[in-house]
């Protein structure tokens, strides 16, 4: 049973517009989440995260939103840029659990 | 000067084999985690180590063995590899449980 999904495998948005990434989850005791992105060949890096007690978070291009009752987060990345261009995952924990359950991920390419 | 390093890079290997791959980071973080991800893009946890105490192992064949020397350093040992072992292990770490964990790039196992 796959507690956190991002159904979009893949998305294409051009350059300076907005990008969209989507992520659903099942277990309502998460209560911290991660975005991670990931370069070809190399490991995630940290991105961007939200606690539970928040409805968005905001770091420059990266804003990451929580709909707790819809058990949905998004992340935005405006305006986009051909670097974006990355496989995005989010990434979920419930307290006192000690681990994160993550995505399947997301191919970001933004075109030039 | 690499945080969280792994070796080797990539592993070929026979069925049956016995190998062995490294981690260590220099973040001076407690926990240190292993994942692999498998051809189908899931991240999953394996193993998770406090302070060299193993306080996460999912259901893994125990034919896999962590084994951590010290807070830096989290080795995987995998006896008798099969075809289904093939997949990126990556190492991680964080300063303490369910905070933003940092990524090695990863060991790029093939069992033929």
């Known amino acids: 049973d796959q507690q956190v999904k991002q159904n979009s495998p893949s998305l294409s948005v051009q350059e300076g517009r907005i990008s969209i990434l989507n992520c659903d989850y099942t277990?309502?005791?998460?209560?911290?989440f991660l975005w991670y992105k990931k370069y070809p060949a190399e490991g995630p890096t940290f991105l961007i995260s939200?606690?539970?007690?928040?409805d968005k978070n905001e770091d420059g291009r990266f804003t990451v939103f929580l709909n707790k009752s819809a058990k949905h987060l998004s992340l935005h990345i405006v305006p986009s840029q051909p670097g974006d261009s990355a496989v995005y995952f989010c990434?979920?924990?419930?307290?006192?659990?000690?681990?994160?359950?993550f995505g399947t991920g997301t191919r970001l390419k933004v075109l030039a | 000067d690499t945080a969280v390093s792994q070796t080797p890079k990539y592993l070929v290997t026979q069925m049956g084999n016995d190998k062995s791959i490294k981690c260590e980071q220099n973040?001076?973080?407690?926990?240190m985690y292993w994942y692999k991800q498998d051809s189908k893009k899931f991240l999953k946890i394996m193993f998770s180590?406090?302070?060299?105490?193993?306080?996460i192992n999912e259901t893994v064949p125990n034919r896999f063995s962590p084994k951590s020397p010290d807070k830096a350093h989290l080795n995987l040992h995998i006896n008798s590899l099969e075809l289904g072992d093939s997949a990126v292990y990556f190492c991680?770490?964080?300063?303490?449980?369910?905070?933003?964990?940092?990524f090695g790039p990863g060991t790029r196992l093939l069992v033929l």
């Open positions: 991680a770490s964080s300063q303490f449980t369910v905070e933003t964990q940092y």
């Open positions: 277990n309502s005791m998460f209560d911290y």
């Open positions: 939200i606690s539970s007690i928040k």
């Open positions: 990434a979920a924990s419930a307290i006192g659990t000690y681990k994160y359950i």
């Open positions: 973040l001076g973080h407690d926990t």
């Open positions: 180590y406090n302070n060299k105490e193993l306080i």
